[in-house]
């Protein structure tokens, strides 16, 4: 479309007294496919030419009747619109070939120039398990990742983990009384959760246990060698129970930097607060008044020296802009911390970092199971772990229902079973709380991954019997798909690099989600329209590469969704 774009600029501009720049700019896409591909709006010129719009739409219509255009076909005037159609053939040959030279680029660009982008996601607690209320941030975050490399950005994954506070005092007076060396190397971070849950049942009847904490975890702040010994040992058994979690979605950290890593930095954060003179002393604590602002005042450090978790949240945003100097800053946090975000965005504003700006919560809803039966080995907690290998389950019964002679039937399940609980979570908007339904998400006619992974697997399919034919590229026979379905296809294979950019620059992987639902749709309305092998000989080897072109797309998409498109299903 950015061609289609640029011609009709350069058609328009010396017409409109514009700049080719400024009439791309006020270009839109009509509500209606049948009204065109582009309009140019005629409201900003009524008052320089002192016509009504409509009168003006006609005019110019009249105007650049005689010009040849490569990729538009036709403008026709409606209402206050000059509405551009595309010229089918060229404009099929230019997007194909695009597509075939790019390949797995295609749709990537370099608009974010090498700019660095920590993106902080997941972020789970040490010593509790994984549990699936950590899926939409770990999805949401790696998928941005992902976007944002595509763009150009350096993406930079922080696992900002729950690894420091009064809790950890707790588990070690817990592991001290009850601990066994045996359970905890068994399953260690189940087993540090038991511990947990049962010191909290035992303090009821043993009020001293909790001064007993509140003394190991001042060791611990105080570098006690054997806190400190506990600490590192609770801690490394989580990551590694974690690591198979994300090593299960594809998914690496280039930094697991925890609360505790920023420990150092308090102190510094402290004095950079009173240097600019925002914060003021209220009852011993440490305050900044934030009411002018609209936002409730907050508390730096307590009374007693102690500090909170928004001073551990200025240590991070100021450390990682003098590590990475960010063109943005991700937090894929729930919907739950904005007023945390607002208030952390504040005073690193009133502090005068002019990089506050760049800051931004990423926030979303909650998820809930429609099946209310998950089953879990810790309380109340639904084990993501056991989640995604229900899903793995789920896919692999129905692939051994649907191709019961699949060579790689694991490889398949996996594929769909893990890009069900992905999409899953991906195809809703953020902000929404989501509801999870198996069935729906296993649907291989829905909504859902496995949709768009069947229509993958069956253009792989048809490509394998066609075997070199589509190999090659032909400016003629991609020249000859005029039919509405294949036009619209190819129309909607164009709009990838769009899809992509518009995903990053509003934080919704949603918008590239919803895009693949389009394209395996338009996909199945072309394949049960337009025989493929079956074709004269030329205009099959053209639809072999519209479907080429098509599997590549869905391929590109699925990856920036961190969903495996596999060949058979």
């Given amino acids: 479309m950015q061609k289609l774009k640029e011609e009709i600029g350069r058609l ?57 255009g490569l990729f538009w076909g036709q403008a026709v ?23 075939w030279n790019r390949a797995e680029q295609y749709g990537h660009s370099e608009v974010g120039r090498g700019g660095n982008v920590p993106i902080d996601y997941s972020s789970p607690n040490i010593a509790k398990p994984f549990g699936v209320g950590h899926i939409r941030s770990t999805v949401i975050g790696h998928s941005l990742y992902l976007i944002h490399q595509a763009l150009g950005y350096n993406s930079i994954g922080i696992n900002h983990l ?59 702040e105080n570098g006690d060698e054997e806190a400190v010994d506990y600490w590192n040992r609770f801690r490394q058994l989580s990551l590694d129970n974690y690591e198979l979690v994300y ?18 930095m308090l102190d510094r954060v402290i004095d950079i607060v009173k240097e600019r003179g925002i914060a003021s002393e209220s009852e011993g604590a440490l305050m900044i008044d934030l009411e002018p602002h609209g936002l409730p005042s907050v508390m730096l450090r307590k009374k007693d020296g102690a500090t909170l978790y928004i001073t551990r949240d200025l240590a991070a945003a100021i450390y990682r802009y003098e590590t990475f100097n960010f063109a943005r800053s991700l937090y894929v946090v729930g919907a739950e911390q904005t007023l945390h975000f607002q208030q952390l965005f504040k005073v690193l504003e009133l502090l005068g970092f002019e990089w506050a700006s760049r800051c931004v919560h990423v926030p979303f809803g909650l998820i809930r199971f429609k099946d209310g039966k998950m089953s879990t080995r810790a309380g109340k907690i639904i084990l993501l772990e056991e989640v995604l290998n229900r899903s793995i389950e789920m896919a692999r019964q129905i692939i051994e229902e649907k191709n019961p002679d699949l060579p790689d039937k694991e490889g398949a399940a996996k594929a769909v079973g893990l890009g069900a609980v992905r999409f899953g979570d991906l195809n809703n908007d953020r902000v929404k709380n989501i509801e999870f339904d198996w069935e729906k998400a296993l649907d291989f006619s829905g909504e859902t991954a496995a949709y768009i992974q069947y229509a993958h697997a069956r253009i792989c399919s048809i490509l394998r019997k066609a075997g070199a034919e589509y190999k090659t590229w032909d400016d003629s026979s991609a020249s000859l798909l005029d039919r509405e379905e294949e036009i ?11 899809k992509i950019f518009a995903s990053a620059e509003s934080y919704r992987p949603s918008i590239l989600a919803r895009y693949l639902i389009d394209v395996a749709r338009d996909f199945n309305r072309f394949y049960h329209n337009c025989p ?38």
């Fill in 532 to 569: 493929v092998l079956n074709s004269e000989e030329e205009l099959k080897h053209g639809r072999l590469l519209l479907i080429s072109a098509t599997r590549q797309v869905i391929a590109n998409g699925l990856a920036l969704l961190g969903i495996e498109a596999p060949e058979e299903m």
């Fill in 77 to 99: 005037p409606r209402g206050p619109y000059l509405n551009f159609f595309v010229a089918p053939a060229a404009y099929g040959r230019e997007v194909l070939q695009e597509i």
């Fill in 247 to 264: 090593e299960q979605l594809g998914i690496e950290f280039e930094h697991y930097h925890g609360e505790s890593h920023y420990n150092q």
């Fill in 162 to 220: 729950g690894d420091w506070g009064t809790q950890f005092g707790k588990l070690i007076v817990a592991f001290k009384h009850w601990g066994d060396e045996r359970e905890l190397k068994n399953d260690p971070v189940n087993y540090l959760y038991k511990l947990y849950v049962q010191f909290h049942k035992q303090v009821e009847e043993e009020p001293a246990l909790d001064d007993e904490a509140r003394s190991w975890f001042w060791k611990l």
């Fill in 12 to 68: 328009l501009a010396p017409r409109v007294s514009l700049e080719p720049a400024e009439v791309i700019s006020l270009l839109e896409v009509p509500p209606e496919p049948s009204y065109g591909d582009l309009a140019f709006p005629c409201f900003a010129l009524a008052k320089t030419r002192k016509k009504p719009p409509p009168l003006i739409a006609r005019e110019l219509s009249e105007e650049i009747s005689g010009e040849n």
């Fill in 488 to 498: 619209s296809l190819v129309k909607t294979l164009a709009l990838l690099p769009d």
